[in-house]
């Protein structure tokens, strides 16, 4: 059974006991939270006045994108926005923690609600920020299509929405006892419900929040010290990923381009995807702060992800001009290697390297070879 055709993808995004020997540095620090809350971010220090905030490796569900906080002289750069009102909230407290300067400026990286939603909590606290974002970003978050993906104006709208997250409640709580499942897949499911029940709390009284300004291929936030450059490269995981980069502190923050342990494929541009990736390769960065997960320090994942798409789009191509379905295509493609050095013999990561990867991701390729259109939220 597919968790995503059950309810929408922002709502619910799954990182899990990482495998991959990518995190150097010091530990991270856990972040003062809600009393009852089972998940939050955790800090790390990306090299002096850069920090990323994090859910870590150990979460079931990762409802929230990380966030990285960047000091400028006069300022400060956030790059996404926390996920929720009480993600925000605990943005607000590390930044009060380490400066009274405001933040300046609010860069969203992708339109998923779990990088958005927290702006409109930020915006309170810090209402001259600018918010950027590439022109797909600002259209999917100012379009009413994205009421099926997260809370906006219309109160019918977040209705539905609120009722579809008490349906992957129901829904997680009945997998945990559901005995067709192993032990290890029937532990994360439960874990995941009680996860998934904060969340619910949380999206009861988010709201998103349309950027201030978009740019179309880059942007600088200059700085003495800290100089920002946002850049377009290219579509990858959405249609408007922005990418940021740090030159003085070779920073580079990727967004969902680089998600670990498991890449997230869905409505994605495989061939564009893989010229990103070499990009951001290209740029020789001391840390990569990805989308999901832990700071990475070398290019072990990055080449692993190139790698990965290749291989998906090789052995979609001869499939792709044969009258093969998408379920058919997704069959006879095997990514049992791949598999193995993401989800190891966990049955719980196997399950969700084949949801949130496999299946997405070939259907994203197949839609490629057969030039059909590639739709934001569509699956
Ligand atoms: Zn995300």
């Not at 003062?32 to 090299?47: I, K, N, S, W």
């Not at 905030?53 to 006069?74: A, M, T």
């Not at 006892?177 to 439960?190: C, L």
């Not at 949380?202 to 201030?212: C, D, G, L, N």
């Amino acid at each position: 059974m597919r968790l995503i055709s059950t309810f929408s993808l922002s709502a619910l995004l799954v990182a899990c006991n990482g495998t991959n020997a990518i995190t150097t540095g010091e530990s991270p620090v856990l972040l003062p939270r809600a009393e009852g809350d089972v998940y939050g971010f955790q800090a790390e220090t990306l090299a002096p006045g850069v920090y990323a905030l994090n859910e870590g490796n150990d979460f079931h569900i990762q409802p929230r994108g990380n966030v990285e906080v960047i000091e400028q002289s006069n300022g400060v750069v956030l790059v996404d926005g926390g996920g929720s009102p009480a993600g925000a909230e605990q943005v607000i407290g590390f930044v009060r923690s380490k400066t009274p300067k405001p933040v300046t400026a609010i860069v969203i990286t992708h339109w998923h609600g779990d990088h958005a939603l927290g702006v409109s909590r930020l915006l309170q606290e810090w209402p001259d920020a600018r918010v950027i974002s590439t022109g797909p970003t600002s259209d999917m978050l100012t379009s009413p299509e994205a009421d099926r993906y997260m809370p906006g104006d219309d109160a019918e709208k977040n209705a539905a929405y609120m009722a579809n997250i008490q349906g992957g409640v129901a829904f997680l709580k009945g997998a945990s006892q559901d005995e067709q499942y192993s032990e290890a897949e029937r532990a994360g499911f439960a874990q995941s419900a009680v996860e998934y029940e904060q969340f619910a709390r949380e999206m009861a009284t988010a709201r998103r929040a349309a950027p201030t300004e978009t740019f179309e291929h880059s942007l600088t936030l200059a700085d003495q010290t800290h100089p920002v450059e946002v850049t377009f490269l290219g579509r990858a995981n959405t249609a408007g990923d922005a990418v940021v980069w740090l030159p003085r502190q070779k920073v580079v923050i990727t967004g969902d381009l680089v998600v670990a342990p498991v890449p997230f494929g869905f409505n994605s541009y495989p061939e564009e995807w893989i010229g990103v990736l070499d990009q951001v390769r290209g740029l020789n960065y001391a840390v990569l702060a990805p989308g999901h997960g832990r700071p990475m320090r070398d290019t072990a994942y990055v080449d692993l992800l190139i790698s990965m798409v290749t291989d998906v789009r090789a052995q979609v191509a001869p499939l792709a001009s044969t009258d093969m379905g998408a379920a058919a295509v997704n069959a006879a493609v095997e990514l049992d290697e791949a598999q193995a050095t993401i989800a190891g013999d966990d049955p719980w990561l196997r399950r969700w390297f084949r949801d949130y990867w496999k299946e997405p991701i070939v259907s994203s390729a197949l839609r490629e070879a057969r030039g059909v259109p590639i739709v934001q939220g569509s699956n």
